[in-house]
């Protein structure tokens, strides 16, 4: 009987630099995962930490790491060629037939777009399989912007708005934030329509009020909580939000049960 808690040692194939704190390790993987779920990726004498799914390739997969305390610290001292351990994938993710022949529409703000990324991805590539593909992903400035080279492929299949918060003198590309450009979204049949809201709670929580002002269904609306996912086995508590453990019902909920989960 397999030991859950047991991890994997993984060979890191390549580190993509996207800011001074953010960096994606490509990790070898042979498995079943969907975009949003998450592993838990660790080294010994440091800790574990909870990390989604940021790309999922032939026997890889990506985790995009922000640099923010002492696990995520020695992780970023290893490169290519150096091995994590790993455990995983756990909890619910994305799953793509929710979303085919939809018009759909992916609102993702800072680091929140890492576990959707694999859904922007995967609908780029397959442009034909949705009746529409809209990004609308946010950043505090245009030096934190993350997955430069694939915006520029994504701007070339689908509708693509990159906004930041705050723009240098000189910037020319969207300013504000993800909300300003909900309202000007338009759809050919609204009973055909899907969100997916991944980042901050707080942009989450305003971003879905203005979807709603649109007309969309809550039942056509998908959350993420993955800020709160801890053991992934549910064992510790602490992703627990009333009757539902964020590692096993989420942390991807369609907003029907996410807008129950107040924390």
């Known amino acids: 009987m397999k030991n859950e808690y047991i991890p994997q040692l993984s060979t890191i194939r390549e580190v993509i630099r996207h800011t001074d704190l953010e960096y994606t390790f490509r990790m070898e993987f042979k498995g079943d995962v969907k975009p949003g779920q998450f592993f838990e990726i660790s080294l010994p004498k440091y800790g574990e930490a909870p990390i989604s799914v940021s790309g999922i390739g032939e026997d890889t997969i990506d985790?995009?790491?922000?640099?923010?305390?002492?696990?995520?610290?020695?992780?970023?001292?290893?490169?290519?060629?150096?091995?994590?351990?790993?455990?995983?994938?756990?909890?619910?993710?994305?799953?793509?037939?929710?979303?085919?022949?939809?018009?759909?529409?992916i609102v993702a703000g800072g680091t929140g777009l890492s576990p959707v990324r694999g859904v922007v991805e995967h609908f780029a590539r397959h442009p034909e399989e949705a009746k529409k593909t809209t990004l609308i992903a946010g950043f505090k400035s245009p030096k934190d912007v993350l997955f430069k080279e694939d915006f520029a492929f994504w701007k070339e299949k689908i509708a693509v708005t990159c906004t930041v918060d705050t723009a240098p003198e000189g910037y020319e590309g969207p300013v504000g934030m993800v909300t300003k450009y909900i309202p000007g979204l338009q759809f050919e049949d609204l009973e055909n329509v899907a969100f997916i809201c991944v980042g901050p709670p707080v942009m989450i929580k305003f971003t879905v009020m203005e979807i709603l002002k649109l007309g969309v269904a809550e039942k056509d609306i998908w959350v993420s909580h993955e800020r709160k996912m801890c053991c992934g086995l549910g064992k510790c508590g602490h992703c627990k939000i009333g009757s539902a453990y964020v590692c096993l019902d989420g942390p991807v909920f369609n907003y029907l049960d996410g807008k129950e989960l107040i924390d």
């Open 63 to 105: 985790f995009t790491i922000r640099r923010v305390g002492k696990v995520t610290n020695e992780i970023f001292e290893n490169y290519a060629g150096d091995r994590l351990f790993i455990r995983g994938p756990y909890g619910n993710g994305f799953d793509i037939q929710d979303y085919k022949g939809k018009e759909l529409v």
